[in-house]
């Protein structure tokens, strides 16, 4: 399994972003999916995940309200809608895939991440 994030990019505060990712190889429709993200000098923290289905979608306390997690199973692919920007959003964005256990998510598979940077 690859993933490659895509979308990232300079924006200015308020400003919105929609971030991609596209998985090839193994079965997109049986992973749960998430993004997280990391900052210079910060540990990597959960934005979103959304499940193998699409059905349930959860989202990190700072971006809840502002970030929406989507997939689209006929193309392999996992979206980041991100509106209302701010600075403190600065970040690489990672994608992830996973399979769940329970509540809980097992990530097997990492994308390299795309950069995303707002201007304030």
């Known amino acids: 399994v690859q993933l490659q994030a895509s979308g990232g990019g300079l924006v200015q505060a308020g400003d919105s972003l929609r971030l991609s990712c596209v998985q090839s190889g193994g079965t997109f429709d049986k992973y749960d999916m998430g993004w997280f993200r990391q900052a210079p000098g910060k540990e990597r923290e959960f934005v979103a995940t959304i499940r193998s289905s699409g059905g349930s979608t959860y989202y990190g306390d700072s971006v809840k309200g502002r970030f929406t997690v989507s997939r689209d199973n006929a193309k392999n692919s996992v979206y980041l809608q991100m509106a209302g920007l701010k600075p403190e959003d600065t970040a690489v964005y990672y994608c992830?895939?996973?399979?769940?256990?329970?509540?809980?998510?097992?990530?097997?598979?990492w994308g390299r991440g795309t950069l995303v940077t707002v201007s304030s």
């Open positions: 992830a895939a996973g399979q769940a256990f329970g509540t809980a998510v097992s990530w097997e598979f």
